[in-house]
């Protein structure tokens, strides 16, 4: 069975703009959940979905957004671009509250 | 609300050591306990996990027993190998509310094995 899917791999972009960031989940898995990882701030939980739905969301700002298709699949965004969004951002799934499996990441740069 | 505490690192250690790290919790309800390895460039990988008190993980020579009394998940491995060298993070999950989907993590914990 395929595992999580991310993508694109690496992103560069520079302060103000927006950017759009993909996860596939394994198949049959309902939902999806983001992460942050950052050197000072470590794993923080941005939002999860699940059958299109947010069912929770992180402390962040409303600069960061998400959703979900009927197919599962998850997309996040994250508009006006600062210096401070530089990380890592992982994606997971799982059937529903269960074990979550990660992806490889997405490494974002704002310049 | 929910937290985990893992010692401080980095560890170094030889081939063939004997290797512990730590993890506490603090939750309410029942959690779920979890072992995730990061390699670098990497996502993370599941290690092991467990779902009620007394229950213990296992997975490629690691463990880690589930303490509802000392509010504990320690990790363990008898002989660490080179290849074991990475990042190591504890997590929990809890049921419902406003826990859905949600990992909370440790700091996460740099192994280093030298042959």
């Known amino acids: 069975k395929a595992g999580v899917t991310q993508t694109p791999r690496y992103l560069i972009k520079t302060r103000g703009q927006q950017v759009t960031l993909s996860c596939s989940p394994i198949s049959g898995h309902r939902s999806v959940s983001w992460y942050q990882q950052t050197p000072g701030q470590g794993l923080q939980f941005l939002f999860e979905y699940f059958s299109e739905t947010q069912r929770n969301k992180g402390n962040f700002p409303g600069r960061f957004s998400g959703r979900q298709f009927s197919n599962s699949r998850s997309e996040m965004n994250v508009s006006t671009l600062e210096l401070g969004d530089s990380a890592l951002y992982l994606c997971?799934?799982?059937?529903?509250?269960?074990?979550?499996?990660f992806g490889p990441g997405t490494r974002l740069t704002v310049l | 609300g929910n937290s985990v505490t893992q010692m401080e690192g980095p560890v170094t250690l030889s081939e063939e050591a004997f290797l512990t790290i730590n993890c506490t919790y603090t939750?309410?309800?029942?959690?779920?306990l979890f072992w995730y390895v990061q390699y670098p460039g990497e996502g993370l990988q599941l290690l092991l996990k467990?779902?009620?008190?007394?229950d213990k993980g296992s997975n490629k020579g690691f463990e880690a027993t589930y303490r509802k009394e000392t509010t504990s998940f320690h990790l363990e491995k008898g002989s660490v190998q080179v290849s074991d060298s990475a990042v190591y993070f504890c997590?929990?999950?809890?049921?419902?509310?406003?826990?859905?989907?949600?990992?909370?993590f440790g700091q996460g914990t740099i192994l280093t094995v030298h042959p």
């Open positions: 467990a779902t009620k008190a007394d």
């Open positions: 939750a309410t309800g029942y959690p779920s």
């Open positions: 997590a929990l999950s809890s049921a419902g509310g406003t826990s859905y989907g949600k990992l909370t």
């Open positions: 997971a799934s799982s059937r529903s509250t269960d074990t979550q499996y």
